[in-house]
Nanobody
């Protein structure tokens, strides 16, 4: 089973930064859009950032101006630069296509924002 592999999470203080990476199998890297999702404890997984094959990006309101999604086609990798992190950003972060492809979810990477 092909899965995406996320990395880069960790423990960071409020106001800090992290850069997440997601290695995407070539079979799905060229889908129309890739996204970063997150799931906080007790909540449903939600889409937070999207980048199209052409490089157009979009974000949910609560991460606009703080998060930046990007992609490197040479490395089949999608990134999420997260700045000005808040405790409410604590979650497991995943990448997948948008709309998501069942069966391709990876293990995610834990981001914890706490002092």
């Amino acid at each position: 089973q092909v899965q995406l592999v996320e990395s880069g999470g960790g423990l960071v203080q409020p106001g800090g930064s992290l850069r997440l990476s997601c290695v995407v199998p070539g079979i799905i890297f060229n889908v129309p859009a890739m996204g970063w999702y997150r799931q906080a404890p007790g909540k449903q997984r939600e889409l937070v950032a999207v980048i199209t094959r052409g490089g157009t990006t979009s974000y949910v309101d609560f991460v606009k101006g703080r998060f930046t999604i990007s992609r490197d086609s040479a490395r089949n990798t999608v990134y999420l630069q997260m700045n000005s992190l808040k405790p409410e950003d604590t979650a497991v972060y995943y990448c997948n296509a948008d709309p998501s492809l069942a069966g391709y979810w990876g293990q995610g990477t834990q981001v914890t924002v706490s002092s």
